[in-house]
């Protein structure tokens, strides 16, 4: 079994960056794909980025988002730059056994990390 806790939440201006943590424990991160999804209020859940031997990208944050893996730290990153308004959610780190887009793909999941941005 994997835990999943993410980090690094908060307030920021549009334009501004932001980096995400999620720290696992239980199972390595190597042995998983790891995953970013977000969900605004009132909004289904939405695959932002991936990885496994590569990553995977939504084509809304394509050229701003880099997600990143340290297997020795067990932790997965999402670096935000360009943030955008619309982009306040709740965003969740993911775990599976591949690395797609879709939210059935993932067996487990962090508890989401609170990014808001002021326009």
């Known amino acids: 079994q994997v835990q999943l806790v993410e980090s690094g939440g908060g307030l920021v201006q549009a334009g501004g960056s932001l980096r995400l943590s999620c720290a696992a424990s239980?199972?390595?991160?190597?042995?998983?794909?790891m995953a970013w999804f977000r969900q605004a209020p009132g909004k289904e859940r939405e695959f932002v980025a991936a990885?496994?031997?590569?990553?995977l990208y939504a084509d809304s944050i394509k050229g701003r988002f880099t997600i990143t893996r340290d297997n020795f730290k067990n932790t997965v990153y999402l670096q935000m730059n360009s943030l955008k308004p619309e982009e306040t959610a709740v965003y969740y780190c993911?775990?599976?056994?591949?690395?797609?887009?879709?939210?059935?793909?993932?067996?487990?999941w962090g508890q989401g990390t609170q990014v808001t941005v002021s326009s």
């Open positions: 239980g199972r390595t991160v190597s042995n998983y794909a």
């Open positions: 990885i496994t031997w590569w990553p």
């Open positions: 993911a775990a599976g056994r591949e690395g797609t887009a879709r939210r059935e793909d993932y067996d487990y």
